[in-house]
């Protein structure tokens, strides 16, 4: 759910997963920022986990960088050709 | 499709469709600036219109704002609570 320092990987799982990490980490560290980077459907629900954090958890986090692009995914089985993904990267910073 | 001045409202469809919206509006007047709007699953095609528009067609285009939030959407119907849903905009801006 949560690798390497201050980054959170959103995947399929239900916002609230991916909030407690964000909480945890916040918490346990002093660590002042974290990244959560999706790509594809995720990215709806990395909005989601931003939002939910900031709005119920921790009032004084907010959305200092939010940043899109696209990446290059390998092809899947069958298919002959590399797709393109959409992501987002959204940094929380605690005031 | 495509409402008021410079706003395109992204919904349901495929992303090539609101794409073209986008290229439509910056091509037609001398806007230098379209701002995509989304909620909910639909965050994740207002990235991807962004990200095919500005890297297939108009390369000049940059994504100067992005902000994110939450709305209070009425209860539907057998609900008896409102729902909150996360929103998005992005900012095109041609240089």
């Known amino acids: 759910m949560a690798e390497k320092s201050g980054i959170v990987f959103i995947g399929s ?6 909030v407690l990490a964000v909480i945890t980490r916040l918490s ?3 660590a002042k920022e ?17 939002e939910i954090t900031r709005r119920r958890f921790l009032k004084d986090l907010t ?12 092809a899947r089985e069958g298919e002959n ?10 940094t929380l910073t605690r005031k």
Chains 1, 2 share one sequence.
């Open 13 to 18: 799982k239900m916002p609230m997963d991916y």
């Open 28 to 30: 346990a560290s002093d």
């Open 34 to 50: 974290v990244i959560l980077k999706a790509r594809g459907q995720a990215i709806a629900t990395a909005v989601d986990v931003a």
């Open 63 to 74: 959305a200092s960088r939010i940043a899109i692009g696209t990446e290059e995914m390998p």
């Open 81 to 90: 050709r590399t797709r393109m993904v959409s992501t987002i990267e959204i």
